[in-house]
């Protein structure tokens, strides 16, 4: 979560960044896009690929790894050092997500991972909101943004010990899993191009997709746009802390009751409109007191998320050694959504010369999610939940 910190944070440092490396709107959105880009690519192929390793030592390595590609972004003498460092560091973020994915799954009763993620994403907004306030006190004392990268790589290797030893698998669903394998009725893993096609996978990816563009778009202009609106950076810092902390509340109340309800479907279609009417609407002010009331209903909007991200833990009919390709299939499409955000906001600001009207377009992009509310039936409940035990 740490590391996701350190992506959506760039916002805050981006002036100071800008300032130092005279960036054009155009590249400020691309080193805005950079790290999700890496996501995109290789979310597939890398939960493919080390989904045959231990997950906690997958997990350990890209810790290290981040900590590593941190330093190097503080370092960076150039905007393409810079740009190359981001880029990687997605990738090394994403590849954390599929053995995540599966650890969550040896703890966790399927009809509890809704909660569980619910949990994350709150744990996530709580943190980040801490990240937000931060940051701005940090890069004032410091007075550079470089030691605020090297400060946070220290604190990104610090991490990674703590995870190398405490990190552990659940031994008894390992040898469960190895054991059915030896069955001679396993059940052979679902063919990748039927769980990538499967419609309430492809409806989660492009929901997804939409909605990362929204929220990269806000949250990578946001404290530009409040700038020059004559809005400091710690009001900015403030107010993206109540997007993520609301967000993250609601969505672990929701989480408890989401499944159950009959009008399920509604309440994900009402929280679409939110998200595209407040991220319009929070552009046109530079009232505090409005910021802070639309900025609640942004939040709000966000509870989709954890809800959302569930269904590529059930899908009906694939089996779970490959839950870790349809969650990185879902993270690939949210990289693909957060890395398209911020250059198309870059690149309309350039041609229409209003940042305000180019996050305005860009949150109409939340309208996509519609598909998916309307057409898969969120469940929660345990005997409506069909995966595959094998």
Request: glycine share 10%; aromatic share 12%; proline share 4%.
């Amino acid at each position: 979560m740490f590391g996701f910190i350190m992506v959506f944070t760039l916002g805050l440092l981006l002036p100071s960044i800008t300032e130092e490396l005279n960036l054009s709107p155009g590249m400020q959105g691309i080193l805005g896009s950079s790290a999700f880009l890496g996501q995109a690519i290789v979310a597939i192929p890398m939960a493919w690929w080390t989904s045959r390793f231990n997950p906690v030592a997958v997990i350990g390595s890209t810790i290290v790894l981040g900590a590593l590609l941190l330093v190097l972004q503080g370092w960076s003498p150039s905007f393409a050092v810079l740009l190359i460092g981001r880029f990687a560091f997605g990738i090394a973020l994403v590849t954390m997500e599929p053995p995540g994915a599966k650890l969550i799954y040896q703890w966790f009763p399927i009809n509890k991972i809704l909660f569980v993620n619910a949990i994350q994403n709150a744990l996530f907004g709580f943190l980040m909101a801490i990240g937000v306030l931060v940051t701005p006190l940090l890069l004032d004392a410091l007075n550079d943004w470089r030691l605020l990268l090297y400060l946070s790589g220290a604190a990104y290797a610090f991490i990674a010990v703590v995870w190398i030893l405490l990190g552990r698998q659940n031994t008894d669903s390992v040898d469960k899993t190895n054991a059915d394998e030896a069955n001679e009725e396993f059940s052979p893993a679902t063919p990748l191009a039927k769980v990538l096609l499967h419609r309430d996978l492809v409806l989660t990816c492009i929901g997804f997709s939409s909605a990362a563009v929204v929220f990269s778009s806000f949250n990578t202009f946001f404290p530009t746009l409040a700038g020059d609106k004559g809005i400091s950076l710690g009001w900015s810092g403030i107010i993206l802390a109540i997007n993520f902390i609301t967000g993250g509340i609601l969505g672990l109340i929701m989480s408890r009751y989401f499944g159950k309800m009959s009008y399920a479907n509604l309440v994900m279609i009402i929280l679409i409109i939110v998200m595209v009417t407040s991220y319009s609407l929070i552009t046109l002010t530079d009232n505090r007191g409005i910021l802070i009331i639309l900025v609640i209903f942004t939040g709000i909007s966000g509870a989709y998320f954890p809800i959302l991200y569930t269904e590529a833990f059930k899908l009906k009919g694939v089996t779970v050694n490959r839950i870790p390709v349809a969650v990185a299939a879902v993270m690939a499409s949210f990289g693909l959504g957060l890395f398209i955000g911020p250059i198309i906001t870059g690149f309309l600001e350039q041609t229409l010369g209003d940042l305000g009207l180019a996050m305005v377009i860009a949150a109409q992009f939340g309208v996509l999610l519609l598909p998916a509310g309307f057409l898969i039936k969120f469940t929660n409940d345990a005997t409506d939940l069909e995966t595959p035990l094998h």
